[in-house]
């Protein structure tokens, strides 16, 4: 049978448009959209979405190490900051911009 003779699955009144190449049923033009260049229904849309929210947990995984990472990193930063003001002696210290009077009595 051709599309032109089927109507839409949630709109029985309405020509359909297009055919899901997923569930195999006809739509019209406002209950399909289009992904990865092919015309899916809103079900088969939203069920290919949870499939791939499905396959995630390496991401969990990818951005758990990417946050350890960057903590070591700036963690190190830090550390290598109180090292190098650790070399500065402590004569350095003792010329201030301001000569301040001795304490008298």
Known sequence: MTISRQRCFNHATREAAARCPEC???FCRECVSEHEDRLICAFCLKRLGLRRK???PSAIFVRST???VGLVILW?????LGRL???IPSSF?????VQEEPYQK
């Open 24 to 26: 195999g049923r006809y």
């Open 54 to 56: 499905a396959r995630r």
């Open 66 to 68: 990417q946050v350890l």
């Open 76 to 80: 190190s930063a830090f550390y290598l």
């Open 85 to 87: 003001l650790l070399t």
């Open 93 to 97: 210290h003792d010329r201030g911009l």
